[in-house]
C-alpha cells in the first residue's frame, strides 16, 4: 500500500507560482508513472500531469507548469507559475503501475488527500 500526501498548497494571485509537493511512502516510487490530478467545484477531476520515463502535460497547462521527481527523497513535485483564477481547485497526487492511459484517473492505484490551490483575479 502505497501512502501520497501532498502539500504546498494555498493561496496566491494571478500570476503567481506556488509548488506543491507529494510524498511517498513507498521506497520504489521511481518504478510507478506518478500523476497530478486537480477538481474543482461542480466540475469533474481532471488530468494535469504525469511522470515515468518522461513527461505529459494537460493543454491547459502546458508551457506554466513543470512536473519532476526526486526518488531519493520519495517525492514528486509541480511547479506551477502563471497561475490563472481557473487554476484554483484541489489538486491530487496519484500512483500508477500501469504505463498505459496514464491521463484517465481510474488508471491510478493510489491517491493522496489533495491539497487546495486558490488562484485569486
Known amino acids: 500500500q502505497v501512502q501520497l500526501v501532498e502539500s504546498g498548497g494555498g493561496l496566491v494571485q494571478a500570476g503567481g507560482s506556488l509548488r506543491l509537493s507529494c510524498a511517498a511512502s513507498e521506497r520504489t516510487l521511481s518504478t510507478y508513472a506518478m500523476g497530478w490530478f486537480r477538481q474543482a467545484p461542480g466540475k469533474e477531476r481532471e488530468f494535469v500531469a504525469v511522470i515515468k520515463v518522461g513527461t505529459y502535460y494537460a493543454d491547459s497547462v502546458k508551457g506554466r507548469f513543470t512536473i519532476s521527481r526526486d526518488n531519493a527523497k520519495n517525492t514528486v513535485y509541480l511547479q506551477m507559475n502563471s497561475l490563472k483564477p481557473e487554476d484554483t481547485a484541489i489538486y491530487y497526487c496519484?500512483?500508477?503501475?500501469?504505463?498505459?492511459?496514464?491521463?484517465?484517473?481510474?488508471?491510478?492505484?493510489?491517491w493522496g488527500q489533495g491539497t487546495q490551490v486558490t488562484v485569486s483575479s
Open positions: 496519484a500512483a500508477a503501475r500501469s504505463i498505459l492511459r496514464l491521463e484517465i484517473s481510474t488508471t491510478y492505484d493510489y
